[in-house]
């Protein structure tokens, strides 16, 4: 079988700033093909509670917003053909200002943004500043949706979306079934490329996705990974780089 594209996600910055950067470096050694990084927020409404833990444990020890953009400079610059996502929320980006905020993430390396609590229709002028700076605003779709609107959303013309593959938080376990690629079907159907995730753990489930999405998304999987072997940085680093082989070799 061909190899399954992945979108890994990372909270930057947790549970420091090295292991994060060690994370990283397993994940892309692994064989991860896009990097989700996302910026610590106070009240991360999509997150399950591992995700939120790690954001609440990075935010206790002061990270910014202006570390997670450091952070990102690195990897980047080590990995240049690595494409690199930032993942957060309105708040952050609406703060500086959005036009502000996209060219600062555009000056280290981001390709695109996923702000989930921001709709595709009313952005805030998002990806109008992602377009003016070569970056992609790349909008959620949910199953929660209606039809009409995300029919709506499937026309609009973007790039990429990202399907979650159900509603609620992420990092519980998501069952793939029809209803499951049925949603990714009508989240194509306009042409835009699909990124699919929310709770996937296993190669089981990312096999079952490969054919239906552009890469598969799995984030608190690893995530959980680097809580549980925080005290050892090579364990670490080599469980992440066996998960991600996993998810992309199944």
Do not use: W
Not at 63 to 84: C, M, Q, V, W
């Amino acid at each position: 079988m061909a190899k399954i594209k992945l979108m890994s996600h990372l909270v930057a910055g947790y549970p420091t700033d090295e292991l994060a950067l060690t994370a990283a470096r397993a994940l892309v050694a692994g064989g991860a093909d896009i990097l989700e990084i996302q910026l610590p927020f106070s009240d991360p409404s999509a997150d399950g509670p591992a995700i939120q833990s790690a954001c609440t444990e990075a935010l206790a020890r002061g990270y910014r917003t202006a570390d997670g953009l450091n952070f990102i400079k690195t990897l980047h610059e080590e990995n240049p053909s690595i494409t690199i996502y930032i993942m957060s929320y309105g708040s952050l980006i609406y703060t500086p200002g959005v036009h502000t905020f996209c060219r600062k993430a555009a000056a280290v390396g981001v390709k695109g943004m996923i702000i989930p609590d921001l709709p595709f229709d009313n952005d805030e002028g998002l990806t109008k500043a992602c377009n003016e700076n070569g970056m992609e605003n790349i909008p959620v779709a949910a199953p929660s949706m209606t039809p009409e609107r995300l029919k709506k959303l499937a026309d609009a013309g973007f790039s990429h979306i990202y399907a979650a593959l159900r509603a609620g938080i992420t990092g519980t376990n998501t069952m793939i079934d029809n209803h499951t690629l049925e949603f990714l079907k009508k989240v194509s159907a306009g042409g835009s490329k699909v990124y699919g995730g929310f709770g996937i753990s296993n190669g089981e489930q990312s096999a079952a996705l490969a054919s239906y999405v552009e890469a598969v998304v799995a984030g608190s999987v690893f995530v959980r990974i680097i809580a549980e072997n925080k005290d050892n940085p090579t364990v670490l680093a080599q469980k992440l780089t066996e998960k991600v082989k996993e998810l992309t070799h199944s």
